[in-house]
């Protein structure tokens, strides 16, 4: 028997539904993986078109016309270590946050910890992700460049990278019940961030004396992270990174009271 109940204080979080719910936690990601590509003529296949002509596009632009350094690797391969982790985050962070409005006929009519759904939108872009990983390490072999063993850190690292797109679904999800402006804003917004992300450029090319401030954007230790364990040279800037990983830490945490505090409304509102 599940007894539904209220939140009991501003830190009774509930985590252990959400555990009770897996079976559908795990329906959910396969219905978003089977509607994702449901009467698309290249299927599967977009999760490898739209890494690679994003890279295409920032090497002719960024590494032909406008020189802009890789830190000693070819452009294609340094953008590529760049977008591999971008294009999860921003397709993760997009998905839960609107999620919740996506799925607003199942949230009025039966129960079911509402976490669930947020989830469900961070872990299926994780395929996509694995994919375009497959490929990526076929374009570091074209360029003769073997893998080393900090390829394994690429797991912890998609772990820090699917808890900021959490994070993100958790603050912005209830906003977007309330407020549908973040549906018009957040793909803006995205587009704003990963110019303010090392991306396209490396971190280096960042002023000394500004580095701390830009380090702020948590996608930027993230980013470098990725790049040192996928490419396996240079040294990555652990300042950064743990700057990244207790900023994410602290609106994960945050997002979780504020989510868990509004989804009462949810049904109500949405």
């Known amino acids: 028997m599940v007894t539904i109940r209220s939140s009991r204080g501003l830190l009774d979080i ?14 959910l990601v396969w219905r978003e993986l089977k509607v994702r590509y449901a009467q ?20 002719a632009v960024f590494g ?27 397709e993760a962070a997009r998905r839960s946050a609107l ?6 006929e199942l949230i009025k009519k039966v129960y079911f910890p509402r976490l669930i759904i947020p989830l469900t939108n961070v872990l299926a872009p994780v395929v996509d992700f ?49 407020f549908r402006d973040v549906g018009h804003t957040l793909p803006f917004l995205l587009q704003i961030w990963m110019y303010a992300s090392p991306i396209v450029y490396p971190l280096s090319l960042v002023p000394e004396k500004w580095r701390t401030l830009y380090s702020l954007n948590p996608m930027v230790g993230v980013v470098e992270g990725f790049r040192w364990a996928l490419l396996g040279k240079g040294d990555v800037d652990f300042f950064a990174l743990g700057l990244s990983v207790a900023i994410i830490a602290v609106a994960l945490a945050g997002g979780l009271v504020f989510f868990r505090h509004r989804e009462r409304f949810f049904a109500d509102v949405i």
Request: hydrophobic fraction near 60%; aromatic fraction near 18%.
């Open 14 to 27: 509930d985590l252990r539904s959400v555990w009770h719910g897996r079976e559908l936690l795990y329906f």
């Open 40 to 59: 698309a003529a290249l299927g599967i296949g977009w999760a490898v078109i739209q890494p690679v002509f994003a890279v295409l596009i920032f090497t």
């Open 64 to 90: 032909s016309f406008a020189r802009v350094p890789s830190d000693g690797y070819p452009y294609a391969l340094f953008a590529f270590a760049g977008v591999l982790p971008w294009t999860y985050f921003a």
């Open 99 to 104: 999620g919740l409005v996506g799925d607003s």
């Open 130 to 178: 694995a994919i375009a990983f497959i490929v990526f390490l076929l374009v570091m072999l074209w360029y003769g460049v073997l893998p080393t063993w900090k390829l394994l850190l690429v797991i912890p690292l998609l772990a820090v990278t699917m808890a900021s797109c959490l994070a993100i679904g958790l603050w912005l999800g209830p906003i977007n019940v309330r």
